[in-house]
Each structure stands twice: as C-alpha cells, then as structure tokens.
C-alpha cells in the first residue's frame, strides 16, 4: 500500500505505548506538528482517526481508532506515518515541510535553472534533495552555506539556489561519462 498523493511522512512506529494500544511515534522534525492531526495515514492501514496525541519525548504517542490492544499496536511497529499535506498546521516564517520543496527549480549560483527538487530525504544528520537534472538524478545537500530556499511573496518556499560556496560539480554538471 503506496502513501497517497499529497502526503508527507512524519515519522515512524516504534512500538506500543502502554496496554491500551497506544503507539509511540519516532517524529521526523518537530514533533508538535503530530499534535494537532485529527487522522494520520498508516502504511499497510490507510487512514486512521487520531483519538488521541501526547508529546512524548523524544517524540509522541498517539491513540489511533482501531488500535486498542498492545498487540494491535506492536503489528504496526516500523511502519510509516503520514499526513495529508492541507492537514499540516502553518509553520513560522524560514520553516517549511518537506512538500512544500518538491517540485521546486533548483538554480545555480548565476540564477539559471540546473535541475528540480523530486524528494526530500532525510538522511539522519542532514536533509538530502533529490534533485533531477540534466545529467540524470542526484542527491544535493540541503545545508548551508551552499543551498539557501529562496522564498516567494507568501513568504513559503519559490525556489533551491546553489550559493557561490558550492562545491563545483554538486549535481554532476562538467563531469564526464
């Protein structure tokens, strides 16, 4: 079962929570983003009613419609959590969702088009872009101070630009076959 369209993954299960069928959530980002969701997508479950949601650290723990056992729970154990990207509560200016940078132009240093974000992985230490381009497909660093998110006049996310300080052959340009 494929996350549908729309969606951004938030984190994984970790495992029960209590007796009750409480789920403990690993959070990709801030986990207050969980907090607010009145239903989460569940890979291998679709979509799922959230009954209830507690901050947890490192993460939150979430009371799902359906889940009422510790067993119900442990079968859900390293599966995906989604949320459907209108869902999302509105972040503050300079924070932006792994969606809202898919599809985005990636520009280089001199303002030309080199590529397009695909994806968005996070990699642990650092978010990596998925960026195609005109030599295929590769991953781009999102890290300053080589890469800055150039925002638009609604203050979210208009375009990837490639700073001066970018290594030479980031995304395979002048390298040859």
Do not use: C
Not at 15 to 26: E, R, W
Not at 135 to 146: D, H, N, S, V
């Amino acid at each position: 079962m494929t996350a549908p369209a729309d969606t951004t993954r938030l984190g994984h299960f970790l495992g029960p929570h209590g007796v009750q069928g409480g789920v403990k959530v690993y959070v990709l980002g801030d986990p207050q983003q969980l907090l607010a969701l009145e239903r989460v997508w569940v890979e291998g479950r679709g979509w799922l009613r959230v009954r209830r949601a507690e901050a947890l650290a490192p993460g939150v723990a979430l009371q799902l419609a359906g889940i009422t056992s510790r067993e119900g729970a442990e079968e859900l154990r390293g599966a995906n959590v989604y949320a459907a990207d209108a869902d999302l509560p509105p972040l503050e200016a300079g924070r932006y969702y792994y969606h809202e940078l898919r599809g985005l132009p990636v520009q280089g240093a001199g303002g030309e088009q080199v590529g397009e974000v695909r994806d968005v992985v996070d990699a642990g230490h650092q978010d990596l872009l998925v960026v195609t381009h005109a030599g295929g497909e590769g991953f781009l660093p999102l890290q300053a101070p080589y890469v800055v998110v150039r925002t638009g006049e609604t203050g979210r996310p208009a375009a990837i630009a490639l700073t001066e300080d970018a290594p030479a052959g980031l995304l395979g340009e002048g390298v040859e076959e």
